[in-house]
């Protein structure tokens, strides 16, 4: 590594446009990833939640996906979707599969029978019980997936930048490269502001959406 | 109102039937009780009749209509249903909560807030908890809230299923209280779950005591059940204390009140034992005008008390006329006195019961 002082400032300031683009890139990157999780792994919980013996299959196929070293996983989808978004975003979404949906069954799981019971006993159709009751009950448990989910997503994107991408990846990867501290450590430490800002965020959406898991009896 | 005509259920992969070739006939604007031991199908009974259990055979009529004519969610919602651990939506409020039913009718918002406050009046719910969250309010207002709820759309037919299970015995009485003078007004047609035979009695216009596979051992009022139960799996339900439970239906004013050893203030020593000797105690009570404050005994006079200066002792217990046979042998054998003293609502003596009268109401 090279002399000299850990970041330099210098730097910093005169690359702020880089900064921001990759910022917007990093958090791009994110958001697609983790509500195109939400969009496969929403039906699929779904399904797990309504048919017990579905879940068994579902989650041993996310697991797998899940286990798969993120390098790997890259390099051998290079040949076929090249150095795209697509090639990125499968990667991602694959990541976010096994989280997403084991809390959202949990989530629905952990509705009260009684509650489940006095809905349909009142009248409600299948369909409106879910949107209406089970669905806005399961929230905290879905939250806090989507919490976990995105919190890896934003330190999975970094790995993109092997791919042309990766968001605050791509500074880590040229200091490594260039063996210049600075980039690697803004990076880095963008990564897990980010990351931290967009937990941040969901609690608040998770406050918001829950008001009725916030208040309790005095 | 209810009929169910030869209804069975066997749950599938279940060797025995829960509820075999039941037949019974549920009356217009009554609380009829199914009660039972666990595994008798009186759940699985109640939910057929609003088909959250379909029956394997049988047919379950309401008013002349049967419940498979309407599409199982619309007939749910002519149905108030009340369950034991309530089912309140944990994330709706209190308001919200009540507006269920006329909302899935389709209700107008004006309609249905005017029908929620109507409601929270009803079961003295303070309008004040309208957007608290069930989490915010006691056991007894959350069942109150359930009862409001199964009453929104006004459904002439409610299914309350335990649904003062899950409270301490001092709310549960309360409700129940509450529940039967509001029913006094609504005339429900109201069927009723329960494993506790003496909220049967106490609530039940009609029982239904039903054994293990769904068999209906007898359908009588509670006092016709408490005196001539059908058979020894009946009166071993009704349990020991059968006489007492009895009691406990029986209001004091059904009775003639004996007036006691009774004397004036006034009265000398003469007169006060030839009264004792003549109703063979060893006190009486003393009257001011149509008042009796209390007694004095035997000991008292001999221990120097002096007609007229005599200090009466107050009787533990004074009853009224809406009271119980129950609470009257309550008063009986935990007095000196050995009677009950009974008073209206002015404080002005009415009579006394003795252990006698009492037993006699029974044994007759």
């Not at chain 1, 900064?19 to 994110?30: K, N, P």
Request: glycine letters at 8%; a negative charge.
């Amino acid at each position: 590594m090279n002399e000299g002082p850990l970041v330099r400032w210098d730097w910093v300031w005169s690359h702020l446009d880089d900064i921001w683009e990759l910022t917007v890139q990093h958090v791009v990157l994110t958001v697609i990833a983790v509500s195109l999780g939400l969009v496969i792994a929403g039906p699929l919980a779904y399904y797990g939640y309504r048919h017990y013996a579905a879940r068994g299959p579902i989650t041993w196929v996310a697991g797998v996906l899940y286990t798969i070293p993120s390098l790997a996983l890259f390099a051998f989808l290079v040949p076929f979707t090249g150095l795209s978004i697509l090639t990125a975003e499968i990667g991602l979404v694959g990541y976010t599969l096994l989280i997403l949906f084991r809390n959202i069954v949990a989530g629905l799981d952990a509705v009260p029978d009684g509650v489940i019971e006095a809905a349909t006993g009142m009248g409600y159709t299948d369909r409106r019980r879910f949107w209406e009751v089970e669905l806005p009950l399961a929230m905290p448990v879905i939250i806090a997936g989507i919490r976990i989910a995105t919190v890896t997503t934003v330190g999975l994107v970094t790995v993109t930048s092997l791919i042309s991408y990766g968001g605050y990846g791509k500074f880590i990867l040229q200091g490594l490269n260039r063996f210049f501290n600075t980039q690697i450590i803004i990076g880095a430490v963008l990564s897990v502001l980010l990351a931290t800002v967009a937990d941040v965020l969901l609690i608040r959406l998770e406050r918001r959406v829950t008001p009725w898991a916030q208040r309790r009896s005095e | 109102m209810i009929e169910l005509e030869h209804v069975s259920k066997t749950f599938p992969g279940s060797p025995s039937p829960a509820v075999e070739d039941l037949s019974l006939s549920i009356a217009e604007g009554e609380i009829t009780v199914l009660v039972g031991p666990s595994g008798c199908g009186k759940t699985t009974t109640m939910k057929m009749i609003n088909r959250l259990v379909e029956p394997t055979s049988g047919r379950i009529t309401i008013a002349g209509d049967d419940v498979t004519k309407l599409q199982a969610f619309e007939l749910r919602r002519r149905i108030g249903y009340v369950i034991q651990q309530i089912g309140l939506f944990p994330h709706k409020t209190v308001g919200e909560n009540i507006a269920t039913v006329p909302k899935l009718l389709g209700w107008d918002q004006t309609k249905i807030q005017t029908r929620v406050d109507e409601l929270m009046d009803v079961v003295e719910i303070d309008v004040s908890m309208r957007d608290r969250y069930p989490s915010e309010l006691s056991g007894g207002q959350r069942q109150r809230v359930g009862v409001a709820r199964a009453l929104a759309a006004d459904p002439p037919v409610m299914l309350m299923d335990e649904p003062f299970g899950a409270v301490d015995p001092i709310v549960r009485n309360n409700l129940q209280d509450q529940f039967l003078a509001l029913q006094q007004t609504l005339r429900k047609t109201i069927v009723f779950v329960t494993h506790d035979i003496d909220e049967a009695v106490r609530i039940g216009d009609r029982i239904a005591i039903l054994n293990v596979g769904g068999v209906l051992e007898q359908l009588a009022t509670p006092n016709e059940l408490l005196r001539n139960p059908a058979n020894p799996f009946v009166s071993d339900f009704l349990g020991t204390d059968r006489g007492i439970k009895r009691l406990s239906l029986i209001p004091i004013s059904t009775v003639a009140l004996d007036p006691g050893p009774i004397v004036a203030g006034t009265a000398s020593a003469s007169d006060i034992a030839a009264m004792m000797s003549r109703y063979g105690t060893d006190w009486v009570g003393v009257r001011t005008g149509t008042r009796v404050d209390g007694w004095v005994g035997l000991g008292d006079l001999d221990a120097g008390a002096v007609p007229p200066d005599f200090a009466a002792r107050p009787f533990a217990t004074r009853l009224r006329p809406n009271s119980s046979l129950k609470e009257a042998l309550d008063a009986v054998v935990s007095s000196h006195t050995s009677v009950a003293a009974v008073f209206d609502e002015h404080e002005n003596y009415l009579g006394m019961l003795s252990a006698d009268t009492i037993s006699s109401e029974i044994v007759q």
